[in-house]
């Protein structure tokens, strides 16, 4: 969902459950899509990548799904560990432009009950 | 693999007063970096476009004179926070990437707190 104020989502789940997290991107011409973890009082950590030629993408334990006709983009982690505890964005590229600068989506905090 | 590092982690300053923030590309050059800044439960927001060699590029509503970037190397950029305010006090973070070498991939540094009193 969207944040509103300063409130991030939160999506609490139970661990060992499936856990997805939702982000729409803003600019349809967006062809890079990437999803970060951010721990507290760190950087954003790399998870996964996507291209927009493709609209499904599996790493270990997670998946991400690209719908561009929505704009729309999902985070799947199987088997919620608690070390998956954190804040996750989503950020979008524009590769034409021939930059690597992003556009970050708002966050979701993800809480995992032992 | 390729890493990027800031420094210092944590700075606390008095009001009124500068601190820089380096970003070093520790094995790999990057003709660009990106300085972008969080504030507490929000996401990060780009503030300028860091480049070798010229000027900086800024994004809408961040005051160039207020933060100076330097990238006077290909593995080196410096935001440097002039006349600090409290409202500065902030998460900053910035990015690199070596490029097509890398398939593009993009790495942060692990951000610096800065607190301004």
């Known amino acids: 969902g969207e944040s509103v104020g300063l409130h991030l989502p939160t999506l609490s789940v139970q661990e060992g459950d499936n856990s997805i997290i939702n982000c729409a991107y803003s600019?349809?011409?967006?062809?890079?899509f990437i999803w970060y973890k951010q721990e507290s009082g760190k950087g954003p950590q790399f998870i996964i990548d996507i291209r927009s030629n493709m609209d499904k993408r599996q790493g270990q334990r997670v998946t991400v799904l690209l719908n561009k006709t929505v704009k729309h983009l999902s985070l799947q982690i199987a088997a919620t560990q608690p070390g998956d505890s954190a804040v996750y964005f989503c950020a979008e590229n524009y590769s034409g432009a021939g930059s690597y600068q992003l556009t970050f989506g708002k966050g979701t905090k993800l809480s995992v009950i032992p | 693999g390729a890493v990027v590092s800031q420094h210092p982690s944590r700075v606390i300053c008095k009001s009124g007063t500068s601190v820089k923030i380096e970003c070093r590309s520790l094995d790999f050059q990057a003709t660009t970096m990106f300085w972008y800044r969080q504030f507490p439960k929000q996401s990060l927001m780009l503030m300028a476009t860091s480049n070798e060699g010229s000027k900086a590029t800024y994004e809408q509503g961040v005051e160039k004179d207020k933060f100076l970037i330097n990238h006077a190397s290909l593995t080196l950029s410096t935001l440097t926070v002039t006349s600090a305010h409290p409202e500065d006090s902030s998460f900053y973070i910035c990015s690199a990437s070596p490029g097509a070498f890398s398939g593009n991939t993009i790495y942060f540094g692990e951000g610096s707190w800065l607190t301004v009193v």
């Open positions: 600019n349809s011409a967006s062809d890079y």
